[in-house]
């Protein structure tokens, strides 16, 4: 259906920006709560390479877990299907820093969004490259075409800091076996991972090749193949948001991601890859502007996946 993307991004703004936000910002990550709670951006790349964005939609952000997509991304390219031997594809239903299930699965993470399975991502990572720390900021960096791109030590360190439910999340999945690295190794290069920082622009280009059966858009470059797109896509339909993913699919309509920062991906496939940002959180640790904001979009485009 023809649709002006513009006119619709900009209502969308206008309306979640009126209201009022009744999220939270995070702060167990403690430089996390250092951010202006009012910045609020959005950026729209479409895999025809038009784009548009509003607000603070050049301003970097912390994306979070918004990088376990090009983890997952990664380690699926390097492992093939292997990969769910090590890792569920279910949806938790519980938060994102939940022990619960782990003990009842036998240290099998339920999806790779949670973070014990991006926890397990990054063992995987590991395990299988001479230096993942440098390797996936390299992938990141040819994802996003920014050979700049870095880890903020800032972020990361404020973290490690603090995130004692993680080093509990590792240290309970390696008693089952599921870890194979040194637990301060694997967290190291999670907390890092976590870090990166970027604005909605870049992100929503960064993450189109799954808007693109898997081709990066500037160059054609196969990133995955079309199945693996396509099953990676289906996971953060159904495990992106935690245990709001029925909500947001319910609402939404489209594969996304979201991260503590208050970013939020999604993407319409082969049409395009939308990120948005607002740090306030509700209470499932979602972007509490930017989740309302993706629902104006889809339900005034008429263009879900549904
Ligand atoms: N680094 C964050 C954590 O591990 C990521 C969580 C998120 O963005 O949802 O707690």
């Not at 939270?24 to 784009?51: C, Q, R």
């Not at 040194?182 to 907390?191: G, I, R, W």
């Not at 693996?228 to 939404?252: H, P, W």
Request: some cysteine; hydrophobic content about 40%.
């Amino acid at each position: 259906m023809a649709y002006n993307y513009r006119t619709i991004i900009e209502k969308a703004y206008q309306m979640a920006n009126s209201m009022e936000d009744e999220g939270k910002l995070a702060t167990y990550i403690p430089e996390l709560a250092n951010v202006d709670p009012s910045k609020f951006g959005v950026h729209m790349t479409k895999v025809n390479g038009d784009n548009f964005g509003m607000g603070d939609h050049l301003e970097r952000f912390s994306i979070q877990s918004i990088a376990k997509v090009l983890s997952l991304t990664l380690a699926y390219k390097i492992l093939g299907e292997e990969i769910w031997k090590r890792i569920d594809v279910e949806p938790s239903g519980t938060k994102f820093d939940s022990l619960l299930l782990l003990e009842t699965n036998n240290g099998i993470p339920r999806n790779p969004f949670v973070n014990s399975g991006a926890i397990v991502i990054c063992d995987i990572l590991i395990s299988h490259l001479d230096d993942a720390r440098e390797e996936f900021l390299a992938f990141v960096r040819k994802l996003s075409d920014l050979p700049e791109l870095n880890y903020s030590d800032k972020i990361a360190d404020s973290e490690k800091m603090y995130g004692y439910r993680n080093v509990a999340l590792c240290n309970f999945i390696k008693s089952f076996g599921n870890i194979e690295n040194e637990p301060a190794v694997v967290l190291d290069f999670y907390f890092d991972m976590c870090s990166l920082e970027m604005n909605c622009q870049e992100l929503s280009y960064t993450i189109s090749f799954l808007a693109n059966n898997g081709y990066k858009l500037s160059n054609n470059e196969v990133i995955v193949s079309s199945s693996q797109s396509k099953r990676i896509n289906a996971l953060m339909l159904t495990c992106g948001f935690y245990d709001e993913s029925g909500e947001f699919a319910f609402k939404v309509g489209l594969p996304g991601k979201s991260g503590v920062g208050g970013g939020i991906v999604a993407l319409y496939p082969n049409n395009y890859a939308i990120a948005v940002w607002s740090p306030k959180l509700n209470p499932h640790g979602n972007s509490f502007k930017g989740m309302k904001l993706l629902e104006e979009v889809t339900t005034h485009s008429e263009m879900s996946i549904f």
